[in-house]
């Protein structure tokens, strides 16, 4: 594998429904940052980890919960979710916080009934 | 509220035309600046960075940045159909990290 890899790169869960989206990094980074993208808005940063700590958290709804347990892997834990949460979520990855050239994994395609 | 500006398109060329994509950002102490490429359904990919007033050339892209007028743009030379997609600037200011505009769609016509 190479690159920033996510999982699964799709899903469909009910709004009671606890589900978690993982996303890895073979590029030696040490951040990571979740990002939600919904037709016709920009980008919208959620969380950055930077060497395992968290660093950023752009008032995200409790709902959504990221996990760091290490530099290569990232996890966004969902609960609760709601229609409008439906969305194109995608993890990307850099050098370090400072340096801003960054890497995006595919994406993982969430549709909320 | 940091903002980065991108007119939405289509923006339409035929093949063999140069591309001229636009962006403004209002943080005039930004610094670092990129554009993306994303096709449909898939992750952006980044394509370019510019950090300096004037011009950066890599290959059939170039980057064009003007501090003064807050503004960045990205040339395709040669435009081709696998050129069509949509085109995201980003924008970094102070300790922030990127800020997306909502994209340009590109649509190179054969």
């Known amino acids: 594998e190479t690159g920033v890899t996510q999982t699964p790169r799709h899903l469909v869960m009910g709004m009671t429904n606890k589900k978690s989206l993982k996303c890895e990094q073979h590029?030696?980074?040490?951040?990571m940052y979740w990002y939600k993208q919904s037709a016709k808005k920009p980008l919208e940063l959620m969380f950055v980890?930077?060497?395992?700590?968290?660093?950023e958290n752009n008032s995200v709804p409790s709902r959504f919960s990221p996990e760091c347990p290490n530099s290569s892997h990232l996890f966004l834990h969902l609960h609760t979710l709601q229609p409008e949460d439906s969305a194109l979520y995608l993890c990307?990855?850099?050098?370090?916080?400072?340096?801003?050239?960054?890497?995006f994994g595919p994406g993982t395609r969430l549709t909320v009934t | 509220q940091k903002e980065v500006e991108q007119n939405s398109g289509p923006l339409s060329v035929p093949e063999g035309a140069i591309a001229s994509l636009n962006c403004t950002y209002s943080?005039?102490?930004?610094?670092?600046f990129f554009w993306y490429r994303q096709y449909s359904g898939k992750s952006p990919e980044l394509i370019m960075s510019?950090?300096?007033?004037g011009d950066k050339e890599d290959g059939r892209f170039t980057a064009q940045l003007n501090k003064a007028s807050q503004y960045v743009s990205l040339l395709i030379r040669d435009s081709q159909p696998s050129d069509s997609a949509t085109y995201l600037c980003?924008?970094?200011?102070?300790?922030?990290?990127?800020?997306f505009g909502k994209g340009t769609r590109l649509s190179v016509i054969a």
């Open positions: 943080d005039r102490g930004s610094q670092s």
């Open positions: 990307a990855s850099s050098h370090s916080r400072g340096t801003y050239e960054q890497y």
């Open positions: 590029l030696g980074h040490n951040a």
């Open positions: 980890y930077n060497f395992k700590e968290q660093t």
């Open positions: 510019i950090y300096s007033n």
């Open positions: 980003a924008v970094v200011s102070g300790n922030t990290p990127l800020v």
